[in-house]
């Protein structure tokens, strides 16, 4: 199964941005969806932006405008662009990946957005 890495979390004021990675330990070339969950403090975790091995993508409603989901197959990357981040972003944020119906999910990088 694969493993997810995330990094590039961390502590931001509000207004500011952040680019998180989601490094894969296998090549994403056959990977179906990737994308990006998030889970806020007191709430249920929550689709945030994916993106189709053709590179389609979708976003929350929360974040459209603000956030950008890519995907680099050659290099196992996906990245989450964040800007004009706001308060209510706050929360661990989970790559994830889908192929053959199985999905994986990495460890989580905490994102700290200060008013």
């Known amino acids: 199964q694969v493993q997810l890495v995330e990094s590039g979390g961390g502590l931001v004021q509000a207004g500011g941005s952040l680019r998180l990675s989601c490094a894969a330990s296998?090549?994403?070339?056959?990977?179906?969806?990737m994308g990006w969950d998030r889970q806020v403090p007191g709430s249920q975790r929550e689709s945030v932006a994916r993106?189709?091995?053709?590179?389609?993508?979708a976003y929350a409603d929360s974040v459209k405008g603000r956030f950008t989901v890519s995907r680099d197959n050659a290099k196992n990357m996906v990245y989450l662009q964040m800007n004009s981040l706001k308060p209510e972003d706050t929360g661990v944020y989970y790559c994830?990946?889908?192929?053959?119906?199985?999905?994986?999910w990495g460890q989580g990088t905490q994102v700290t957005v200060s008013s």
């Open positions: 993106i189709g091995r053709g590179g389609v993508t």
């Open positions: 296998e090549t994403i070339y056959s990977y179906g969806t």
């Open positions: 994830y990946s889908f192929k053959g119906g199985l999905g994986s």
